[in-house]
């Protein structure tokens, strides 16, 4: 029963991927990573569909412009929409088509929707967002200082960070300011961490001289 489950849901998100775009039979494109779960799947398809119809940008600003925050006015309408379906899907396609979001947006809340899924809709919409960071190359990294850095810092740190990377690759730099660090930096690239920070230094300066006693 478990795998006939699986297979009935797995059929369920295929059809529903088909609905993000009015094409009928579209061609699935793979995206760039892997990314697993519930959110992985509906973005995977989000992506695929969105493709197929060169409209990869066009669906992330749309996404970029919509606010699906718990407490937001269209966020709550759509995880707690009315419990008239045919009225929720009417509502939720006007505010849609007032923004002119584009028909496989439109097409992917429906589906959402329709699916029970609008709980991990956010969860979704990051997922989404990562395929396209990896899809034009781009590598997040997070640099924590003391204070505000200058702009020859910043070329500094990301012309080394530049040859931790593949040439078709590019850093995108997220500069952030936390005092407590003291000094030094805190740099996060990809699942790579290292901290240079004056706080740590003194942190392990302490440790060693607790264990020379």
Do not use: W
């Not at 979704?124 to 997070?142: D, N």
Request: net charge positive; with cysteine.
């Amino acid at each position: 029963m478990a795998l006939v489950g699986g297979a009935r849901r797995s059929l369920s998100l295929v059809q529903g991927a088909r609905c993000f775009s009015s094409t009928p039979a579209a061609r699935a494109v793979q995206a760039p990573i892997k990314i697993y779960g519930i959110e992985g799947r509906y973005a995977h398809a989000l992506f695929s569909a969105a493709a197929s119809k060169n409209l990869l940008n066009e669906v992330e600003a749309d996404l970029n412009m919509l606010d699906v925050r718990t407490g937001t006015t269209f966020g709550d309408f759509v995880v707690n929409p009315p419990a008239n379906r045919a009225e929720k899907y009417r509502v939720m396609e006007e505010a849609l088509t007032a923004v002119k979001c584009n028909e496989v947006t439109r097409g992917f809340f429906r589906t959402v929707s329709e699916q029970n899924r609008a709980r991990k809709l956010q969860a979704i919409i990051r997922s989404y967002k990562k395929l396209m960071t990896a899809h034009r190359g781009e590598v997040q990294c997070v640099v924590t200082t003391a204070k505000e850095p200058n702009q020859q810092i910043l070329d500094q740190v990301k012309t080394v960070l530049g040859g931790l990377v593949q040439k078709n690759q590019k850093i995108v730099m997220d500069v952030k300011v936390n005092p407590s660090i003291i000094g030094g930096m805190v740099v996060e690239v990809g699942d790579r961490y290292c901290d240079m920070s004056t706080a740590r230094k003194i942190r392990l300066l302490s440790q060693s001289l607790r264990d020379s006693v």
